[in-house]
């Protein structure tokens, strides 16, 4: 149990193109899901925290609008990097929280963005 | 501030023992986590605490003293497969996961 997906599992684009990433609970529901995003030989970096139905709360530094994210169903979250440069290459992951329990966040097997 | 603190790297002899340490200063506590990461990959759930003591699951155990403010990570019959990065997070008493840097084991033969 507690599946979580991404899609695409890594994506190369152009810059100053869009790109979408999906992070899925498989079989649970997750009232909230969060987003990191990890440089090479770093830890985790939070960059926001999104709860299904309501807008999300984004790290300080985080540019909200350039990294939008959509939490529309309780299995559903998606980020959406805009405008993608060459420095927001990076490993970008997912966790979600199951509703009901405290703490513990499932991980996605993470997407790796290359900007050209 | 908050700051969760873990040795950046450590080495180990395949079948020997291990112990990764965390200590962590936060503003409450409402749980502790260890996640292994292997390099490229998402981090996996490994253990969780809340109460202190020592809860075992197989190879691995998870230790905490709230009242230290620390935690340790044991494993045991290390295989290769266990070199990967290990993670340490509090959840404080705003229920933020605070993360550490992460611990590299590295295993040899």
């Known amino acids: 149990g507690a599946v979580v997906s991404q899609h695409p599992s890594w994506v190369i684009c152009k810059s100053g193109t869009s790109v979408k990433i999906e992070c899925r609970s498989l079989d649970f529901q997750a009232t909230t899901m969060f987003w990191y995003r990890q440089f090479p030989k770093q830890s985790l970096m939070l960059m926001a925290t999104s709860n299904e139905g309501s807008k999300a709360t984004y790290e300080q530094g985080v540019e909200k609008d350039k990294f939008l994210i959509n939490h529309a169903s309780l299995t559903l979250s998606t980020l959406t990097v805009t405008s993608a440069h060459p420095e927001d290459s990076s490993f970008y992951i997912c966790?979600?929280?199951?509703?009901?329990?405290?703490?513990?966040?499932?991980f996605g097997p993470g997407t790796r963005l290359t900007v050209l | 501030g908050q700051n969760i603190d873990q040795p950046t790297e450590m080495t180990a002899t395949e079948g020997a023992i291990v112990q990764i340490n965390c200590t962590y200063q936060?503003?409450?506590?409402?749980?502790l986590f260890w996640y292994q990461q292997h390099a490229g990959e998402a981090p996996t759930f490994l253990s969780y605490?809340?109460l202190d003591g020592l809860e075992e699951k197989g190879r691995f155990s998870s230790f905490l003293s709230r009242s230290k403010g620390y935690s340790y990570l044991l494993l045991k019959e290390l295989q290769m497969k266990d070199s990967a990065s290990y993670l340490c997070a509090v959840t404080d008493s705003n229920y933020q996961l605070i993360w550490g840097a992460g611990t590299k084991l590295i295993i040899k033969p």
């Open positions: 605490n809340v």
């Open positions: 966790s979600a929280k199951e509703a009901g329990e405290i703490d513990t966040q499932y």
């Open positions: 936060t503003s409450g506590f409402n749980g």
